[in-house]
């Protein structure tokens, strides 16, 4: 699984950027650690990681 191929799934079910940002947000208010263990899992480096926990 790829960020790529993650994104692609949200966009098929019909989720806008905001939607998206909103999963990501509650995703890390709530469970912060298995967040970003998710990032990674994705191949999300460790930048990117940082501005997505920052949303």
């Known amino acids: 699984m ?3 191929n993650w ?3 949200f966009k ?4 806008t950027e905001d939607q998206m940002n909103n999963w ?6 709530q469970y ?3 967040h970003k263990e998710f990032l ?3 191949g999300i ?9 920052q949303l």
């Open 40 to 42: 990674k899992w994705l």
């Open 7 to 9: 994104v692609a799934m």
């Open 32 to 34: 912060p650690d298995d």
């Open 45 to 53: 480096d460790d930048n990117e990681i940082t501005k997505i926990k």
């Open 12 to 15: 098929e079910i019909g989720l």
């Open 24 to 29: 990501h947000c509650i995703f890390e208010k």
């Open 2 to 4: 790829t960020k790529e």
